[in-house]
């Protein structure tokens, strides 16, 4: 079973632009959550989407977004680029059954970085 | 609101020896526990989990359990070797409640 996959694995941006990152789940996965990693502040969750509704969202500026697909892959956008966005973009996949086990499986990242 | 504490870093070994990395942890409901490790250039992989009291959760050598009553889940492993070093990271999750609350990471160095 193919693993989850993010593309682009590397960005260079400047501020004020914009970038759009993408994930694809693990087959079979409707839930799609996104998580930004930082030296600073560390692994902070970003939003997550399960059968194309955002069900939940961190604590994250509006030029954070998401969506998602039929297919359930996932697009997160982030806008007017600033330094401090500078990050690695973590997606993870799951069942996300009613089991309490709520196992998530992470892609290799996606390496952002704002000049 | 729900948050994971570990030890601070780096933790630097030398090989085959005893390797104890402390989490504990708030948490409003009864949450599921997990430990997750970065490679160098990776994303997270799942190391092992527990989901209820006194569950052991272990994976290629690696144990920890889950105490209520000390709300902790510290991780351990008997005999590191070198490709153990990296980051690893504490987590939570509260069942209804999909995001992982993560420690800071502990980065682990072993040396032959």
């Known amino acids: 079973k193919a693993g989850v996959t993010q593309t682009p694995r590397y960005l260079i941006k400047t501020r004020g632009q914009q970038v759009t990152l993408s994930c694809s789940p693990i087959s079979g996965h409707r839930s799609v959550s996104w998580y930004q990693q930082t030296p600073g502040q560390g692994l902070q969750f970003l939003f997550e989407?399960?059968?194309?509704?955002?069900?939940n969202k961190g604590n994250f500026p509006g030029r954070f977004s998401g969506r998602q697909f039929s297919n359930s892959r996932s697009e997160m956008n982030v806008s007017t680029l600033e330094l401090g966005d500078s990050a690695l973009y973590l997606c993870?996949?799951?069942?996300?059954?009613?089991?309490?086990?709520?196992?998530?499986?992470f892609g290799p990242g996606t390496r952002l970085t704002v000049l | 609101g729900d948050s994971v504490t570990q030890m601070e870093g780096p933790v630097t070994l030398s090989e085959e020896a005893f390797l104890t990395i402390n989490c504990t942890y708030t948490a409003t409901g009864y949450p599921s526990l997990f430990w997750y490790v970065q490679y160098p250039g990776e994303g997270l992989q799942l190391l092992l989990k527990?989901?209820?009291?006194?569950d052991k959760g272990s994976n290629k050598g690696f144990e920890a359990t889950y105490r209520k009553e000390t709300t902790s889940f510290h991780l351990e492993k008997g005999s590191v070797q070198v490709s153990d070093s990296a980051v690893y990271f504490c987590a939570l999750s509260v069942p209804g409640n999909t995001p992982l609350v993560f420690g800071k990471g502990t980065r682990l160095s072993v040396i032959a």
């Open positions: 993870a996949s799951s069942a996300r059954t009613s089991g309490r086990s709520n196992e998530q499986f």
């Open positions: 989407y399960f059968s194309e509704t955002q069900r």
């Open positions: 527990a989901t209820k009291a006194d």
